[in-house]
């Protein structure tokens, strides 16, 4: 699968939820998430551009476990990448067997996440610890299929929410990371 994103910081999270009502948007669900990220034993995903992770999601009546890979961004202006993700049933296990395969956790990345529906966006509000607020809009494709397209509606979505800067192509992780160094 191919993820066409692009993340902005925004002013407000309230403020957002009222633009998004006012074009019909679905709130989808809520949901906890834990991600733990990995560096390889072998390149320096940092160097690559690419990510590892495990994800926790919780929500009221749910919980799920995930493996993701991500891939290097492909283009300049956001962080559209290939996915590959897939379920697991322990965390503790799956992190054990990275790790004796020489994997290193880097950090955990906590944030709240709402998510919105538009026709075939996914919306996301992200309330990430230690960062200020974000709202991140999605298209996934399959793989092969051209992006540009899918890119160029995403942005006219941005516009017609009133975004139209703050973008960032930089993960959540990488924020972080550069927060700390900032310090």
């Given amino acids: ?18 633009k998004l009502n ?12 834990i991600d733990r990220y990995f560096n390889s034993p072998v390149k320096d995903f940092q160097e690559t551009d690419e990510a590892l992770r495990i994800r926790h ?7 799920k476990l995930f493996i993701t890979y991500k891939g290097p961004k492909i283009d300049k202006k956001s ?10 049933e322990d965390e503790n ?6 790790e004796n395969l020489g994997f290193k956790e880097v950090r955990s990345v906590k944030k709240n996440r709402e998510y ?10 992200d309330d990430v610890e230690g960062l200020e607020p974000y709202m991140e809009i999605e298209i996934t494709l399959e793989d092969g299929t051209d992006y540009t397209e899918a890119q160029n509606k995403i942005f ?13 192509r930089t993960s959540y992780l990488e924020l972080l990371e550069l927060k700390d160094k900032q310090r």
């Fill in 93 to 98: 296990k799956c992190s054990k067997i990275f």
């Fill in 79 to 88: 962080k559209t990448r290939e996915e590959i993700e897939m379920k697991i």
């Fill in 57 to 63: 999601t919780i929500t009221e009546t749910d919980e």
């Fill in 22 to 33: 006012s074009l019909n948007a679905e709130k989808i669900k809520t949901e906890k998430q």
């Fill in 116 to 125: 919105y529906k538009i026709d075939n966006f996914e919306i996301s509000l």
């Fill in 1 to 18: 699968m191919i993820e066409v994103e692009v993340k902005a910081k925004i002013n407000s999270f309230e403020n957002m939820k009222n």
């Fill in 156 to 168: 006219d979505m941005f516009k017609e929410l009133d975004i139209t800067d703050g973008f960032e």
